[in-house]
């Protein structure tokens, strides 16, 4: 089974600042990548697709980049609304998230 | 409008069985691939199954093989996940879910929770 790495899993910035979360997967996963953000009682929201593909209505501040093993997640310029659980997910095989991001504004 | 709407989830005896129920509307259920996601209190995203189209191949994560099936009703546009032999480890909300890592169409219904406990 294919592994997600996903790290930090929290961070802590302020408002304004540029964050970035990291998922390695433990085998080569081409593009067949998303990444989710939760907020508590909420169903996961999707942000990206196919690693780089920012979903329609999600800010641009969201960006997502990377092929492979190696994938980044990079909020910029920090929101309030921002805070939440961020997850990778890969869909190469089967599925596997990664093990979460709580992104916490200061 | 496109939903899916989960029901049938509750208190469940250890051992006890469970059957969940996702209801889809506003597309062509018939068309996709679906899932089921779970998520303990306090705990991360788990997949636990996937049903194709058209023929309903299945597949099951470890955590739940040989004790959840997974099936489709493409008339009724309804996902299902029959849940036996339940442990306390199994309490999660369970989510039904078209995921759109691949196509960018992606829906999740509102979760259902199921609590495993004597």
């Not at chain 1, 997640?73 to 990778?88: M, N, R």
């Not at chain 2, 199994?90 to 829906?107: E, I, N, P, S």
Request: proline share 3%.
């Amino acid at each position: 089974a294919i592994q997600m790495t996903q790290s930090p899993s929290s961070l802590s910035a302020s408002v304004g600042d540029t964050v970035t979360i990291t998922c390695r997967a433990s085998q080569d996963i081409r593009s067949f990548l998303g990444w989710y953000q939760q907020k508590p009682g909420k169903a996961p929201k999707l942000l990206i697709s196919s690693a780089s593909t920012l979903q329609t209505g999600v800010p641009s501040r969201f960006s997502g980049s990377g092929s492979g093993t190696e994938f980044t997640l990079t909020i910029g310029s920090l929101q309030p609304e921002d805070s939440a659980i961020y997850y990778c997910l890969q869909d190469f095989s089967f599925l596997t998230f990664g093990q979460g991001t709580k992104v916490e504004i200061k | 409008e496109m939903q899916l709407v989960e029901s049938g989830g509750g208190l469940v005896h250890p051992g006890g069985s469970r059957r969940l129920s996702c209801a889809a509307s506003g597309f062509t259920f018939s068309r996709y691939v679906m899932y089921w996601v779970r998520q303990a209190p306090g705990k991360g995203l788990e997949w636990i199954s996937v049903i194709r189209t058209a023929g309903g191949e299945s597949f099951y994560a470890d955590s739940v093989k040989g004790r959840f099936t997974i099936s489709r009703d493409d008339s009724k546009d309804t996902l299902f996940l029959q849940m036996n032999s339940l442990r306390a480890e199994d309490t999660a909300v369970y989510y039904c879910a078209k995921l759109g890592v691949r196509d960018g169409f992606d829906m999740w219904g509102q979760g259902t929770m199921v609590t495993v406990s004597s």
